[in-house]
């Protein structure tokens, strides 16, 4: 369940169990059913446009999508503000101080639905990006509680090219910390296989560093072999 309100706070709708998602991560979909089934409920999920789809998960005796265990879990836990169902959402800070394994699903969770993850320079990273106070203080929280190093950068309120308006946006940027283990622990509970097989770059600095050394090395051998 840690999972899954992990991916309800990025992805879900504030009017009940429904998620808004990439048709596409058919992993995702898969695990939601899987966790639905293990908490009495049934997921099922309809196409809309391009690459969205949105999925529901309601108890197998009911129909309603606020008549079931994540939403009855949601209100108990207050993950609404003002304790009120379909109000804005609110992350809640007391899962700094949960079981470990709680804490890596939830953040597991978190970084199925809007997070990405990539090997640059040998290092594994992974970047969640959020617009909610209450979210990024709960990342932040969650990930430090765990052991890992993160990074928080803020873009400020501007207007974008397109004449819209942006609100205050943070980049979460995860690496590996002081628990050198925790970065993957949390990339193995992830639903989307991706996150843990993350594509690999290597900056042009790094490469010039490559150059640089293999020319040594091999100025090395050519005077050990004189």
């Known amino acids: ?13 504030t009017r009940g169990a429904r998620f808004s998602l990439n048709c596409e991560d058919h992993d995702v979909h898969n695990h939601l059913q899987a966790v639905g089934k293990r908490w009495g409920m049934e997921y099922t999920f309809k196409w809309n446009r391009g690459l969205e789809a949105t999925g529901t998960s309601k108890n197998n005796k009911h129909v309603s999508t606020f008549d079931n265990r994540l939403v009855s879990i949601l209100v108990y836990l207050v993950f609404h503000k003002d304790h009120v169902l379909q109000s804005e959402k609110a992350a809640r800070s007391f899962l700094i ?5 709680i804490r890596l699903h939830y953040l597991a969770g978190l970084i199925d639905s809007d997070g990405c993850t990539r090997m ?7 970047k969640t ?26 873009e400020k309120t501007h207007v974008t090219k397109q004449g819209s308006d942006a609100k205050d946006t943070w980049t979460m940027n995860i690496f590996r910390g002081s628990d050198k283990d925790a970065l993957y622990d949390v990339l193995r509970v992830c639903s989307c296989e991706r996150r843990l097989n993350m594509p690999m770059t290597i900056t042009a600095q790094k490469k010039r560093k490559l150059k640089e050394q293999r020319v040594g090395e091999q100025a090395e051998s050519d005077e050990t072999s004189l």
């Open 1 to 13: 369940m840690a999972w899954l309100l992990g991916f309800w706070l990025c992805y879900g709708h």
């Open 97 to 101: 101080s949960d079981e470990r394994d």
């Open 120 to 126: 640059i320079d040998e290092i594994p990273r992974t």
């Open 129 to 154: 990006v959020s617009i909610d106070p209450s979210l990024r203080e709960s990342i932040v929280g969650v990930a430090k509680s765990l052991g890992l190093h993160i990074t928080v950068s803020l």
